[in-house]
């Protein structure tokens, strides 16, 4: 299994750009979320996704918007970058069931850089 | 806003030692967790301890929890270089349940 794959990995954009930051879990998982990493912020989070078909914001869902695709897939969208969004982006997944139903599986990050 | 917030922010100690960072939160939780991030990469679930626990043990990891000071240890002992990086405590609130996580502790472990 690869868990969870982010694409891509690292991503420059100018500002009033848009790009669509991709997700994927293999490990059945029905909840998804997007989080973004600031310096001194910890994790905070964008959007989520409960269960396939739906989807609702986070802490901070200001300037992006969020596909389920499938039950695999959950995708970022930022559609005109703006500077403060510059930051590294995870993906997580949460097991639907069991002894550590609350614990999630995150990404290997994208970091994105808006000038 | 931070449910948890860790302290130190940031601690440097001996290959050896043993290091203990502190997690405050503020509202009533079901279980607390602690994640590990090393540098450049994602988090990884370290161990996760239920409102009835009061201890946990994970191999070299001890987490405790007292909630009716809201607030939760982790001790790594015996710490080695490869425990260097950035720890987080988090709780999971409401649907889905969304994980809040603290700013974090950055651990050095040097030789």
């Known amino acids: 299994n690869a868990g969870v794959t982010q694409t891509p990995k690292f991503q420059v954009l100018k500002t009033g750009q848009s790009m669509t930051l991709q997700c994927a879990q293999d490990?059945?998982?029905?909840?998804m979320y997007w989080y973004r990493q600031d310096p001194g912020m910890g994790l905070r989070l964008i959007y989520y996704s409960a269960s396939e078909g739906t989807t609702d914001k986070g802490e901070v869902p200001n300037g992006y918007n969020v596909s389920r695709l499938n039950k695999r897939e959950f995708s970022l969208r930022l559609e005109s970058a703006a500077p403060s969004q510059t930051s590294v982006y995870f993906c997580?997944?949460?097991?639907?069931?069991?002894?550590?139903?609350?614990?999630?599986?995150f990404g290997p990050g994208t970091r994105l850089t808006v000038l | 806003s931070q449910q948890g917030e860790e302290d130190p922010q940031a601690l440097s100690i001996q290959e050896g030692e043993n290091a203990t960072m502190n997690c405050s939160y503020k509202?009533?939780?079901?279980?607390l967790q602690w994640y590990r991030q090393n540098s450049g990469r994602g988090l990884v679930h370290l161990i996760l301890i239920r409102s009835n626990e009061r201890e946990k043990h994970s191999g070299r990891l001890r987490v405790t929890l007292d909630t009716s000071k809201k607030s939760s240890s982790l001790l790594i002992t015996a710490s080695r270089a490869a425990d260097t990086a950035s720890y987080f405590c988090a709780t999971p609130t409401g649907t889905a349940s969304k994980l809040t996580f603290g700013t974090g502790t950055r651990l050095q472990v040097t030789l």
């Open positions: 997580a997944s949460r097991q639907p069931s069991g002894r550590f139903t609350d614990t999630q599986y």
């Open positions: 490990m059945n998982h029905n909840s």
């Open positions: 509202t009533s939780i079901n279980n």
